[in-house]
């Protein structure tokens, strides 16, 4: 039965990453979820082009996680996470490492991907000091980052408008990004572009490695639209990052647990990091949750100069880290993620997909196709002066068409469900397509 929506009151609710005076005008309702597709105040059927925002890959209204979650609410509810813990805790941590590449096996939770990023600055932060280092303190993005929105977040960030409105944030340095106009179109990783890893020899040379103490870069750029590294791109901030001792963290927080086509970016890539930051997909969308992975050596670290054993190793945590219902719903996501053997079907499907979005590459206004994996992007040519307006407009194009889709910046952005099946992504790019010629 749909929801009646015109009479609500839309003055107090300030939403997120919105246009709120837009929205307001256009208002766009979800109440519903069916699989692969939402359903609209009207009772629509609308394809869900994005698994929500990156994070619902198995699907869907998922029997499993929904059951789990009942279950732990109705048994345990809440478990203070300081100086006490409940056992799920525990199991989801074995169970998470045993996913990561070799050596990554000590999990701190968290409630977000932004919540999860700070974490792993602090982690590296406080991982110096604790070697009797604490002038590596600078941290390293790349332009065109995206992790999150607190202020360590947007600190390492690349994305402008998600940085000019705050003030001074922590001193840091950027990569160049790796969009490079020679690579517009490319199926996949590109084969150019590896050297620009080596402008981090650079800020070695300006800086002094023992000033720095970590680089953090998203595996595939996902929230500028898609941006595949280069080939040997990963490799070669490894290499750089292992020669002058600095930390390397992937944020994986759309990469991992499935959108590669692997169980991690590390995996997919060969690169293995020394964090790896973790959040959507994680209980499937269900319940906030995100997690840090650390190298052993990490948390060895942080034990060994912790003081007398009842004293706080880290004092770092929140209220619901390893919160016991978003154990539960994550513990149900993996469960399905082993069973149904999500990463392979990415890695089974991303031929179809990836034929799929470059199929729009002579449509009107594609400036440029990538894709990577269940993840992909169109870059659109921009009004002048009004870079988001188009993608805005085809977006809302393919709402009305039956499609929902992500756009940001002058890009649209596709990351089906995993369990998506081949007529559906076609569907996807159908729609796209006719929105494009009407626009
Ligand atoms: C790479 C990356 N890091 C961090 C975040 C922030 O996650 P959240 O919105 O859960 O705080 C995102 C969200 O898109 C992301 O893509």
Not at 109 to 116: A, L, M
Request: aromatic share 10%; with cysteine; proline share 6%.
């Amino acid at each position: 039965m749909p929801l009646a929506v015109d009479d609500l009151n839309l003055d107090n609710y300030w939403m997120p990453f919105t246009g709120n005076r837009e929205f307001r005008q256009n208002p766009r309702f979800i109440t519903g979820a069916e699989g692969v597709r939402f359903i609209d105040a009207d009772g629509r059927k609308v394809l869900d082009g994005l698994s929500g925002l990156w994070c619902c890959g198995a699907g869907h209204n998922r029997l499993e996680i929904a059951e789990a979650v009942a279950k732990q609410a109705r048994s345990l509810d809440y478990a203070p996470a300081f100086q006490f813990a409940h056992p799920q805790a525990f199991v989801l941590a074995s169970k998470l490492s045993a996913l990561m590449p070799e050596g990554l096996n000590r999990v701190f939770f968290t409630n977000s991907g932004s919540e999860t990023v700070d974490t792993a600055l602090k982690i590296a932060r406080a991982y110096w000091r604790q070697r009797g280092q604490p002038g590596k303190s600078r941290l390293i993005g790349r332009a065109k980052g995206y992790h999150g929105v607190n202020f360590g977040g947007i600190s390492v960030g690349g994305i402008a408008p998600n940085r000019k409105l705050f003030g001074a944030t922590l001193e840091t340095d950027h990569l160049a990004h790796t969009l490079l106009p020679e690579n517009r179109f490319c199926r996949g990783q590109p084969e150019r572009g590896a050297e620009l890893a080596d402008e981090l020899e650079e800020l070695v040379a300006l800086h002094d490695a023992s000033n720095i103490a970590a680089v953090i870069v998203e595996p595939f750029a996902g929230s500028a639209g898609v941006i595949p590294p280069p080939k040997g791109y990963l490799q070669r901030l490894r290499a750089i990052c292992d020669r002058h001792d600095i930390l390397l963290i992937f944020d994986e927080v759309i990469t991992g647990l499935g959108r590669c086509g692997a169980p991690t970016g590390a995996h997919f890539f060969g690169v293995v990091p020394d964090i790896a930051n973790f959040a959507k997909q994680l209980t499937n969308g269900v319940i906030p949750m995100g997690a840090v992975v650390v190298k052993q050596e990490i948390y060895d670290t942080f034990m060994a100069q912790g003081g007398p054993d009842y004293m706080v190793e880290f004092p770092h945590g929140y209220t619901y880290s390893g919160h016991p219902v978003a154990c539960a719903a994550a513990l149900a996501a993996l469960k399905i993620f082993d069973d149904e053997k999500l990463d392979e079907q990415v890695a089974a499907k991303a031929g179809l997909f990836e034929d799929c979005i470059h199929g729009l590459a002579n449509h009107p206004y594609v400036q440029d196709v990538r894709n990577l994996g269940f993840a992909g992007a169109l870059t659109l040519e921009a009004y002048p002066g009004e870079p988001a307006r188009r993608p805005y407009e085809v977006a809302m194009a393919c709402w009305a068409r039956g499609l929902y889709v992500r756009y940001g910046g002058d890009t649209l952005q596709f990351g089906p469900a995993f369990v998506m099946e081949t007529t559906d992504i076609a569907e996807i790019f159908n729609i796209v397509g006719d929105a494009l010629k009407a626009a």
